[in-house]
């Protein structure tokens, strides 16, 4: 049996195990938040945003975020379909509603022209995920929220080092959530990133990421408001530091095993892997294959053929509105349609040219000799 190529790992070294150590047995006391703001201050230096905000994860990043611009019960937040429930569950928890639109064909992302239809006077935001490091088109996404008044949020929880028009995903909208968990490009086990340019909205977020409590206050344990408890801890924020001393590596990693899937699957007919438009630079955190429908090949025969060469491979996102707590909105025809025929493909920092070139195979062989 062939060697099992794993779809994804961390990247740890020395300098994470040294760092982590550090905190673990210094990072108490006064010295229990070196780390968390060393990490801050690294990454909105990285990202070329005013304030950022560690938190315990890309969805309580969202949360806070939300909560910060005031969504709440009966408000709508328009959303593509095509998503993990992480990037819809802040919303409900809110006592809000997801409102589910389709996707491109080619982007997988949320389409503009389904946004702009889908407004109403209760649209409290609109969330533009970047799937899989792929990027939404946020020129036109913002100039619809700037028409209407409604914030344009970037859940860039996957797409860390990808570039649109010069400017770094999760930098361009009201707000911007990433996610640092263990599959992604730089990572601190869990945890996440909440960033803004908005100085009102940052003073607010930090008060609710903390229970509540203002940083000015200084009466010991006495919040101003109800808040919440999503705060990063010190040594998860030294494996992020760390981390980040190697982000150029880290995504010019990712980018280079996007490039060789690209080139091993030259010239074969069918297969879409993650686009790159024109402006437009991708930190690949998941290389996506999507075939066409004439090649007959669904997901379960990508998964079998996979299986049988002992390669692990993660299925495509299902619609959102496809799953039991939400209303069923088969309308959203790429949503329902693209997960049938599409399959993640293995990407993990270290993995050897080798194994790339035998997931590639797999994939020339179903095209060629079908399943």
């Known amino acids: 049996m062939n060697e099992r190529i794993l779809y994804t790992k961390p990247s740890i070294t020395d300098l994470e195990v040294s760092y982590a150590t550090d905190a673990a047995a210094n990072g108490w006391g006064e010295r229990c938040y070196d780390y968390i703001v060393r990490f801050e201050g690294g990454f909105k230096e990285h990202l070329g945003v005013r ?150 909205l940052y003073e607010k977020v930090l008060t609710l990421s903390n229970h509540g409590r203002a940083a000015g206050q ?49 010239g074969l007919s069918g297969v879409n892997l993650n686009p790159e438009p024109l402006g437009v630079t991708l930190g690949a955190w998941m290389p996506t294959a999507v075939l066409d429908p004439a090649t007959g090949i669904n997901r379960d025969d990508m998964l079998k053929a996979f299986r049988a060469q002992n390669i692990d491979a993660r299925v495509f996102f299902w619609p959102l509105s496809g799953l039991s707590p939400f209303e069923p909105k088969p309308s959203n025809k790429h949503a329902w349609d693209i997960p049938n025929r599409a399959i993640n493909l293995p990407s993990y920092h270290d993995i050897p040219t080798t194994a790339i070139a035998r997931v590639s195979a797999v994939l020339r062989n179903l095209i060629n000799h079908g399943a």
């Not at 109800?226 to 924020?237: E, L, T």
């Not at 590596?249 to 980018?255: A, H, M, N, Q």
């Open 51 to 200: 304030y950022a905000i560690a938190t315990s994860s890309c969805t309580g990043a969202l949360h806070l975020g939300l909560a910060g611009l005031g969504v709440g019960p009966g408000d709508e937040v328009i959303m593509a379909d095509t998503n993990w429930i992480a990037s819809a569950a802040p919303i409900v928890h809110l006592g809000a509603n997801p409102v589910f639109v389709d996707i491109l064909p080619d982007s997988w992302c949320l389409d503009p022209e389904q946004v702009e239809a889908a407004i109403t006077p209760r649209t409290k935001a609109i969330l533009a995920v970047h799937l899989y490091g792929n990027l939404c088109e946020m020129d036109k996404l913002l100039a619809i929220g700037r028409t209407y008044g409604i914030p344009v949020v970037e859940d860039a929880a996957e797409a860390i080092g990808s570039v649109y028009h010069g400017n770094k995903a999760g930098s361009m909208g009201t707000f911007g959530t990433f996610s640092f968990h263990g599959t992604k490009t730089l990572t601190t086990g869990e945890g996440g990133m909440f960033v803004t340019n908005d100085s009102a």
């Open 218 to 266: 200084i009466k010991q344990f006495w919040p101003d408001m109800v808040g919440f408890k999503y705060k990063m801890s010190n040594i998860q924020a030294a494996i992020g530091c760390a981390q980040l001393e190697r982000i150029d590596d880290l995504i010019s990693r990712k980018r280079e095993i996007l490039s060789i899937y690209r080139s091993h699957l030259e």
